[in-house]
């Protein structure tokens, strides 16, 4: 167990550093998100302009949710994960896992993490600048509940984001190419997972319909939970459904992995 936890450490560290050498490149991501954010302040504030609630929440809960969105896409997000296990799958590179006591999804998500652990961290950078702008919308609920059900979310949650990333990986073993099952992945998550606006304020039947797919807990569930959109026992019952996303996701990445390399090594042969 020590030793395989030494193994995978390294590949944490080396990552790390790999990711730090574009810390750049992450920092400008997180300054350009900014732009972003100053639309969406824009957009709802001229939205609740006359009227203090929209959907039940009032102006300062909506804007927390947008700004609790974008950490959480940094710190859990999957930017490429997918095309680099593309590049690693079309260009023979996988072919040195099949020959190593390695893991492969236990090596990329550790990859993911070190990724996810850089791009977090300078995103606040940006963030702490701009707090003094939006520190009067900011507002979180007090209920420490909702940190115990939150915390164990965010990570379910990024196992969903980077489950999903890794089985459109994966299908390079039979598609040369996966730009277009990751766009349409992408504008669905974007609508359903709440990104363009939160679910809640969709009508009734398609916010209940989002609760039973993967998309709602990528970066919505997490988020909702947080920032006191959501009940109890609502946040719960979501946790469950969550986990059992995550034990479906790992299923159809193992059958897809043990597939895939049975129409890899026949090409290769």
């Not at 479906?248 to 992995?257: D, G, M, Q, R």
């Amino acid at each position: 167990m020590l030793a395989v936890f030494q193994k995978y450490r390294h590949v944490f560290l080396v990552g790390l550093q790999s990711n730090i050498v574009y810390r750049w490149n992450f920092a400008l991501r997180g300054f350009f998100s900014l732009f972003h954010l100053t639309g969406v302040f824009i957009l709802w504030t001229a939205a609740y302009h006359g009227s203090t609630e929209i959907g039940g929440f009032d102006v300062n809960q909506t804007m927390t949710y947008f700004v609790m969105l974008l950490v959480l896409q940094f710190f859990i997000g999957a930017f490429n994960e997918d095309y680099q296990i593309s590049e690693e799958i079309r260009n023979g590179l996988i072919n040195q896992f099949l020959l190593k006591p390695v893991n492969y999804f236990v090596y990329r998500f550790t990859i993911y993490l070190s990724a996810r652990l850089v791009s977090g961290l300078l995103v606040l950078v940006p963030l702490a600048l701009a707090y003094p702008f939006i520190q009067g919308y900011i507002t979180f609920p007090d209920e420490l509940w909702r940190l115990a059900i939150g915390l164990p979310a965010v990570v379910l949650s990024g196992l969903i984001q980077f489950s999903i990333a890794y089985c459109f990986g994966l299908l390079t073993f039979w598609f040369l190419e996966i730009q277009g099952f990751v766009i349409l992945s992408l504008a669905v998550e974007t609508v359903l997972g709440g990104q363009m606006f939160p679910l809640d304020l969709m009508p009734d039947w398609v916010f209940r319909l989002s609760q039973y797919l993967p998309f709602y807990y990528q970066m919505y569930f997490p988020a909702a939970i947080l920032t006191g959109r959501i009940d109890y026992s609502l946040a719960v019952q979501g946790l469950g459904v969550q986990l059992l996303w995550v034990v479906a996701l790992l299923t159809l990445n193992h059958f897809l992995w043990a597939r895939g390399l049975r129409r890899h090594t026949a090409v290769g042969g």
